[in-house]
């Protein structure tokens, strides 16, 4: 595949047309090839890499490329010299006793990385990502997934409709709700969780049934990070299950 080709995968657009995305940096690269043990479907990537790491022993193809290719595919200030073209895999089927995180129109890509990164640390989560959401497979939410993005299973375009319709049980986050640490709070089939600013409408919630939760705080603020919040929660359903 040509350099330009591979430049357009920073693009959304090309990402879904190709089927594929770029990850950069020995960290992710790393990763890439853990998960790789796992799925052999991943050892159709692509390593390119700049002559310093040309020894990069990896289970799938590696190309050397120049040092102006290899600054014409990064997209940091300082080239790390290894860029992986990576497929997109249709995610497993959800394993049995597996929680589903359900993320509304989410915005942040630092935030959803951050979440991401959660859930794959306690590991038995899936992620949903409603119409509206920012894309997973962009260059800084896989950043700061570290990785996370092989290890936990992404949905994406799942409507709340959907998401009603696979797990009917479902609780959100809500200043009015009972106390996190209620013991029904582990008995739901999905976890909902709206948008930066906006929440998840009232009325969608009314229509899906969900049951309100609430994180205890001193109101000296209004409310908490997105990614916080699920992190708080997703320790809860980990560490101190019913």
């Known amino acids: 595949m040509s350099i330009d080709e591979l430049r357009k995968l920073h693009q959304k657009k090309h990402r879904e047309e190709s089927s594929a995305f770029l990850v950069e940096g020995e960290h992710l690269v790393l ?4 998960a ?11 390593l390119y890499v700049s002559q ?10 590696v190309h050397v490329i120049g040092a102006r290719q290899m600054a014409q595919l990064s997209e940091t200030r300082t080239p790390q010299g290894l860029v992986a073209r990576v497929p997109m895999l249709p995610p497993p089927a959800p394993r049995p006793g597996e929680r589903a995180i359900c993320l509304h129109e989410i915005q942040d890509p ?11 640390w306690f590991g038995g989560f899936r992620c949903l990502l409603t119409p509206g959401s920012v894309d997973p497979f962009n260059s800084k939410v896989l950043r700061a997934s570290a990785g996370a993005i092989f290890h936990v299973p992404v949905e994406t375009e799942v409507t709340l409709d959907a ?6 049980r ?4 809500d200043t009015q709700g009972e106390r996190l640490s209620a013991p029904g709070f582990h008995h739901f089939d999905g976890y909902l969780f709206g948008n930066e600013a906006r929440g998840v409408p009232d009325e969608a919630l009314a229509g899906l049934g969900a049951q309100r939760f609430t994180i205890p705080g001193s109101g000296v603020v209004e409310s908490l990070n997105l990614a916080t919040a699920v992190n708080l929660c997703v ?6 299950a019913a």
């Open 31 to 34: 990763e890439l090839q853990k």
């Open 36 to 46: 790789a043990e796992r799925d052999p479907r991943l050892r159709a990537s692509e």
């Open 52 to 61: 310093e790491h040309a020894g990069w022993r990896a289970p799938f193809s």
């Open 110 to 120: 630092g935030n959803l990385g951050t979440i991401l990164r959660t859930l794959a």
């Open 163 to 168: 998401f009603h319709a696979r797990y009917p």
């Open 170 to 173: 479902i609780a959100c986050l």
């Open 235 to 240: 320790y809860e359903l980990r560490c101190h």
